[in-house]
């Protein structure tokens, strides 16, 4: 008995579950549920599909080299049983998966450095580009000295963080300075 | 190798067939239009074409025929004999020459036409010229009718001869008509030939093929003999003739011993020696047949001293001959006579091959090695002396390897066991653990081990590898270092806080106002007045409303609230006299006031929207594109007066409203048939 992977999305298929598809050059396919099963069947590409494990890869989202997935390997050459190699083994596989899981939180962490910065200059922005449609000339000019605080901060955010590029912004037509 | 095979020749058409044929192609193949306005060189190429066509195809089919039949020098003289016998070599050489010559009389007369063609001055002149020019050809070759005929029952006999390959290995029955030939070659052979109790059953010559020592025999029957002279032979003994001439082949002489044939023993040997020069330098048997009905033993002395002189080189018999006795009833003998004919005949053959000068060629290919001992020595195999010596020393390194059992082999073992208690009558019943006792472990208290398979969604068999602890080790090496590196950067964990509470009431304010203008413009509140500002009148709650919104305090507010209420009440005060000018002047005013007075920074919308209400085209004047109202008066009743017969008949005008047929009833109603949705 072995757990095998989804073809399409890289999921675990445990035994009795999912399909297997065998086509005719003999390559095997396996599929953990119907829903992976279809989407092979309209040729869509794991890939391309953002939720399967392929893609994620791909996009860089998850660890794809590390010394702790090299452990694990399919391989075809049989060791001869031995009850002291396996439960040593079984010892290190729980090892092994509070490693993997203390480098992929780490990984995450790496991946998500700055996205909070860029997220809070945004809003800045945002808040920087869009006042007027809250506030009336006139209220404006009282609270001048936030909005001067707020554009510093930008300046200095921009800076830091080099210009990030949202949806292009349409400058508004200066019909108050006429 | 040359095949004698006649079956190809192709068949021979009668005289009017060969002139239908060859002008019906003419016909289909040339161009059959031609008109007297054409070109004169165009009309004379047209005909020309038709002559030159039809003694093309005159030459080719002739040409066919004389190709087809064999030409009697090419021949083996066997053949060549053979057809002489049968059809008369020169009524057969007279019928291909004929034809040969129709042949060449064909090609001059198209030559000649073509040359009066060349002059032809008119269509009319071709025309006549081609019909004279084809007409000759076809009277020509009507006159070959009586050899077309014979040629046509030539090849339909000549592809039924039997295929006789006149240099294979060949046995040949020879005899009175009625001895037992036919019986002998049915006997021999599968070739089925007709046997009758009458003289002259086989009227000509026949193949058959028997195997002896793997290889293929010829065996031929031909017809019975008699015994006169070479010229009063008929065509039915003039064939066995042929054959026994040019054929090198054993040739067996049969003599019916019973003279039941209905001639004596005494015709039989006459016949013998006066075809004698036929038998000359080939193996010869004399076969003695019937001897079910009349045992050689009770044939008369003098009569069996008769057959005896056949072998008999002082008595004018060939030397080197058997006499062989058989009986093809009782079938005693048969295969004697079967076993010397093809050895004599064999022996013969080596013996003229051996004889022969190519020989020397072959010979020297031929070879038979025969590997000799070339001393005393024994030579046996070789076994290194350490491995002799390892063996010697240690008998036991054999048996050790001996006991550790492959799985095969164990399972082999296993069946043995099993057979034994069958035999024992215990039904052996299979049981893992059975087999795992023949586990080869390193603790044998191991061997019933549940071995697990599945981890935490993970296959342990992916991770046993022997050097796990070493690698996990060096792992755990690295991982140390990457935390200590983590540990020295200082955490880094310098994310940047939230915004500050005034910024985030902003932001939701500002995402409130968005979401709110997004939903009005779903609703299609563009923000753009459908009435313009002067006519529905000043909201005034609503403008308070928005400006506390936006953030304008309570002072500023009544002052705006003021300086608009003036200046609508201005505005309506301005409008009542409806005169446009004065209404233009008036807002120009209002305008110029209002910049004064309104807040700085960004106009409020009002401001806006004011100068865009004002913007409206001026309504059509009456007499407009005429020099003035009562022209345009004229116009018009000038326009009408043209409509009014129409109108009064009741026609159709480019004015009327119409409403089109879109899809007219007769076009789409109904079954579809072929053609397009649009026509029926
Ligand atoms: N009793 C007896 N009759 C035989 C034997 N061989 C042939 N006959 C008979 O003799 C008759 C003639 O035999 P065929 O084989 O046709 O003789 P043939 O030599 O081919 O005669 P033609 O073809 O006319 O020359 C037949 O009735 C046979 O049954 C034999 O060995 N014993
Ligand atoms: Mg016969
Ligand atoms: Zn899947």
Same mark, same amino acid.
């Given at each position: 008995?072995?757990?095998?992977?989804?073809?399409?999305?890289?999921?675990?298929?445990?035994?009795?579950?999912?399909?297997?598809?065998?086509?005719?050059?003999?390559?095997?396919?396996?599929?953990?549920?119907?829903?992976?099963?279809?989407?092979?069947?309209?040729?869509?590409?794991?890939?391309?599909?953002?939720?399967?494990?392929?893609?994620?890869?791909?996009?860089?989202?998850?660890?794809?080299?590390?010394?702790?997935?090299?452990?694990?390997?399919?391989?075809?050459?049989?060791?001869?049983?031995?009850?002291?190699?396996?439960?040593?083994?079984?010892?290190?596989?729980?090892?092994?998966?509070?490693?993997?899981?203390?480098?992929?939180?780490?990984?995450?962490?790496?991946?998500?450095?700055?996205?909070?910065?860029?997220?809070?200059?945004?809003?800045?922005?945002?808040?920087?580009?869009?006042?007027?449609?809250?506030?009336?000339?006139?209220?404006?000019?009282?609270?001048?000295?936030?909005?001067?605080?707020?554009?510093?901060?930008?300046?200095?955010?921009?800076?830091?963080?080099?210009?990030?590029?949202?949806?292009?912004?349409?400058?508004?037509?200066?019909?108050?300075?006429? | 190798?040359?095949?004698?095979?006649?079956?190809?020749?192709?068949?021979?058409?009668?005289?009017?067939?060969?002139?239908?044929?060859?002008?019906?192609?003419?016909?289909?193949?040339?161009?059959?239009?031609?008109?007297?306005?054409?070109?004169?060189?165009?009309?004379?190429?047209?005909?020309?074409?038709?002559?030159?066509?039809?003694?093309?195809?005159?030459?080719?089919?002739?040409?066919?025929?004389?190709?087809?039949?064999?030409?009697?020098?090419?021949?083996?003289?066997?053949?060549?004999?053979?057809?002489?016998?049968?059809?008369?070599?020169?009524?057969?050489?007279?019928?291909?020459?004929?034809?040969?010559?129709?042949?060449?009389?064909?090609?001059?007369?198209?030559?000649?036409?073509?040359?009066?063609?060349?002059?032809?001055?008119?269509?009319?002149?071709?025309?006549?010229?081609?019909?004279?020019?084809?007409?000759?050809?076809?009277?020509?070759?009507?006159?070959?009718?009586?050899?077309?005929?014979?040629?046509?029952?030539?090849?339909?006999?000549?592809?039924?001869?039997?295929?006789?390959?006149?240099?294979?290995?060949?046995?040949?029955?020879?005899?009175?008509?009625?001895?037992?030939?036919?019986?002998?070659?049915?006997?021999?052979?599968?070739?089925?030939?007709?046997?009758?109790?009458?003289?002259?059953?086989?009227?000509?010559?026949?193949?058959?093929?028997?195997?002896?020592?793997?290889?293929?025999?010829?065996?031929?029957?031909?017809?019975?003999?008699?015994?006169?002279?070479?010229?009063?032979?008929?065509?039915?003994?003039?064939?066995?003739?042929?054959?026994?001439?040019?054929?090198? *082949?054993?040739?067996?002489? !049969?003599? #019916?011993?019973? =003279?039941?044939?209905?001639?004596?023993? +005494?015709?039989?040997? @006459? %016949?013998?020696?006066?075809?004698?020069?036929?038998?000359?330098?080939?193996?010869?048997?004399?076969?003695?047949?019937?001897?079910?009905?009349?045992?050689?033993?009770?044939?008369?002395?003098?009569?069996?001293?008769?057959?005896?002189?056949?072998?008999?080189?002082?008595?004018?018999?060939?030397?080197?001959?058997?006499?062989?006795?058989?009986?093809?009833?009782?079938?005693?003998?048969?295969?004697?006579?079967?076993?010397? *004919?093809?050895?004599?005949? !064999?022996? #013969?053959?080596? =013996?003229?091959?051996?004889?022969?000068? +190519?020989?020397?060629? @072959? %010979?020297?290919?031929?070879?038979?090695?025969?590997?000799?001992?070339?001393?005393?020595?024994?030579?046996?195999?070789?076994?290194?002396?350490?491995?002799?010596?390892?063996?010697?020393?240690?008998?036991?390194?054999?048996?050790?390897?001996?006991?550790?059992?492959?799985?095969?082999?164990?399972?082999?073992?296993?069946?043995?066991?099993?057979?034994?208690?069958?035999?024992?009558?215990?039904?052996?019943?299979?049981?893992?653990?059975?087999?795992?006792?023949?586990?080869?472990?390193?603790?044998?208290?191991?061997?019933?081990?549940?071995?697990?398979?599945?981890?935490?969604?993970?296959?342990?068999?992916?991770?046993?590898?022997?050097?796990?602890?070493?690698?996990?080790?060096?792992?755990?090496?690295?991982?140390?270092?990457?935390?200590?590196?983590?540990?020295?950067?200082?955490?880094?964990?310098?994310?940047?806080?939230?915004?500050?509470?005034?910024?985030?009431?902003?932001?939701?304010?500002?995402?409130?106002?968005?979401?709110?203008?997004?939903?009005?413009?779903?609703?299609?509140?563009?923000?753009?007045?459908?009435?313009?500002?002067?006519?529905?009148?000043?909201?005034?709650?609503?403008?308070?409303?928005?400006?506390?919104?936006?953030?304008?305090?309570?002072?500023?507010?009544?002052?705006?609230?003021?300086?608009?209420?003036?200046?609508?009440?201005?505005?309506?005060?301005?409008?009542?006299?409806?005169?446009?000018?004065?209404?233009?002047?008036?807002?120009?005013?209002?305008?110029?006031?209002?910049?004064?007075?309104?807040?700085?920074?960004?106009?409020?919308?009002?401001?806006?929207?004011?100068?865009?209400?004002?913007?409206?085209?001026?309504?059509?004047?009456?007499?407009?594109?005429?020099?003035?109202?009562?022209?345009?008066?004229?116009?018009?009743?000038?326009?009408?007066?043209?409509?009014?017969?129409?109108?009064?008949?009741?026609?159709?005008?480019?004015?009327?409203?119409?409403?089109?047929?879109?899809?007219?009833?007769?076009?789409?109603?109904?079954?579809?048939?072929?053609?397009?949705?649009?026509?029926?």
């Amino acid at each position: 008995m072995r757990l095998e992977k989804c073809y399409f999305c890289g999921g675990t298929v445990y035994p009795g579950h999912g399909i297997m598809f065998v086509r005719n050059d003999s390559k095997i396919f396996r599929f953990c549920r119907s829903k992976c099963h279809t989407h092979f069947k309209m040729k869509h590409n794991p890939r391309k599909t953002k939720w399967t494990k392929a893609f994620r890869k791909l996009a860089g989202k998850e660890m794809t080299v590390d010394k702790t997935f090299d452990f694990e390997k399919k391989r075809n050459r049989p060791v001869k049983y031995d009850r002291d190699l396996v439960s040593a083994t079984i010892k290190v596989m729980k090892r092994l998966d509070v490693i993997r899981e203390r480098r992929k939180r780490a990984f995450y962490k790496n991946r998500m450095q700055g996205v909070r910065a860029r997220e809070k200059m945004m809003q800045l922005k945002e808040i920087d580009q869009h006042i007027d449609i809250i506030r009336a000339p006139s209220a404006l000019l009282k609270m001048k000295a936030k909005i001067l605080e707020n554009k510093n901060k930008i300046q200095s955010m921009e800076t830091e963080l080099g210009p990030l590029n949202p949806k292009p912004i349409k400058k508004s037509k200066p019909t108050a300075s006429e | 190798m040359v095949l004698y095979n006649f079956k190809s020749i192709q068949v021979v058409p009668g005289s009017r067939d060969f002139v239908d044929v060859v002008l019906s192609k003419t016909q289909r193949k040339t161009p059959t239009e031609v008109h007297k306005q054409y070109h004169i060189s165009r009309i004379r190429s047209f005909y020309m074409r038709k002559v030159k066509f039809t003694q093309q195809s005159y030459h080719d089919k002739l040409s066919q025929i004389i190709q087809d039949f064999p030409l009697l020098d090419d021949i083996h003289p066997f053949y060549a004999d053979l057809v002489n016998v049968l059809y008369d070599k020169d009524h057969y050489k007279l019928a291909l020459g004929q034809l040969n010559t129709a042949r060449n009389l064909i090609d001059n007369i198209a030559k000649d036409y073509l040359r009066l063609l060349k002059y032809g001055d008119s269509l009319y002149r071709c025309k006549q010229l081609k019909r004279a020019a084809l007409g000759r050809m076809c009277t020509l070759m009507l006159k070959q009718n009586s050899s077309l005929a014979y040629l046509e029952q030539v090849r339909q006999h000549l592809a039924r001869l039997p295929s006789i390959d006149p240099n294979t290995r060949t046995l040949l029955m020879c005899g009175y008509p009625n001895v037992g030939k036919s019986s002998f070659m049915n006997k021999m052979t599968r070739a089925n030939v007709d046997v009758q109790p009458y003289a002259f059953t086989t009227k000509s010559l026949f193949v058959g093929h028997t195997d002896y020592k793997y290889n293929i025999w010829q065996v031929i029957d031909t017809p019975g003999i008699l015994d006169h002279p070479l010229e009063e032979r008929n065509t039915i003994e003039m064939q066995s003739i042929t054959a026994l001439a040019h054929l090198h *082949a054993a040739v067996l002489f !049969l003599i #019916d011993i019973s =003279e039941r044939c209905g001639y004596t023993i +005494k015709q039989q040997v @006459d %016949l013998f020696f006066s075809i004698k020069a036929l038998f000359l330098n080939k193996p010869l048997i004399v076969v003695i047949n019937k001897i079910d009905v009349r045992r050689p033993e009770d044939v008369p002395a003098d009569d069996w001293a008769l057959i005896q002189s056949l072998t008999d080189p002082a008595k004018g018999g060939v030397g080197g001959t058997q006499i062989l006795p058989m009986s093809t009833l009782t079938e005693e003998g048969v295969s004697k006579v079967k076993d010397v *004919a093809c050895t004599t005949l !064999l022996a #013969d053959r080596i =013996e003229k091959k051996m004889a022969s000068s +190519k020989i020397s060629k @072959d %010979l020297h290919r031929l070879r038979t090695a025969q590997p000799k001992p070339r001393d005393e020595k024994v030579r046996s195999v070789f076994i290194p002396e350490s491995v002799a010596n390892a063996r010697l020393a240690d008998p036991d390194t054999l048996n050790k390897n001996k006991v550790t059992l492959t799985p095969g082999q164990m399972e082999v073992l296993q069946e043995e066991q099993d057979d034994l208690e069958y035999q024992k009558g215990i039904i052996p019943i299979f049981d893992i653990n059975l087999w795992k006792r023949k586990y080869l472990l390193k603790d044998d208290s191991w061997k019933f081990d549940i071995i697990p398979e599945i981890m935490d969604g993970r296959n342990i068999s992916d991770f046993i590898d022997p050097d796990i602890l070493e690698r996990l080790d060096e792992l755990e090496r690295e991982e140390e270092a990457l935390i200590e590196e983590l540990r020295a950067n200082g955490g880094d964990a310098s994310d940047e806080s939230d915004l500050d509470d005034e910024n985030q009431e902003l932001l939701d304010e500002i995402h409130a106002r968005k979401s709110e203008i997004k939903m009005d413009r779903l609703l299609g509140k563009t923000g753009r007045p459908k009435l313009t500002r002067q006519h529905k009148g000043l909201d005034k709650d609503h403008m308070e409303r928005t400006l506390t919104r936006m953030g304008v305090e309570e002072e500023e507010l009544g002052d705006i609230m003021d300086d608009v209420a003036d200046k609508s009440r201005d505005r309506s005060k301005s409008r009542r006299p409806s005169e446009r000018s004065l209404s233009r002047h008036g807002r120009k005013r209002d305008r110029s006031e209002s910049r004064g007075v309104s807040v700085e920074g960004r106009g409020l919308s009002l401001n806006r929207s004011q100068s865009r209400g004002s913007s409206k085209t001026p309504a059509p004047v009456d007499g407009e594109g005429y020099r003035d109202l009562p022209q345009k008066e004229e116009a018009v009743m000038l326009g009408k007066e043209g409509m009014r017969k129409r109108n009064k008949l009741g026609y159709k005008g480019e004015g009327d409203h119409h409403i089109p047929n879109l899809m007219p009833k007769h076009l789409f109603a109904g079954k579809r048939g072929a053609g397009k949705t649009g026509r029926r």
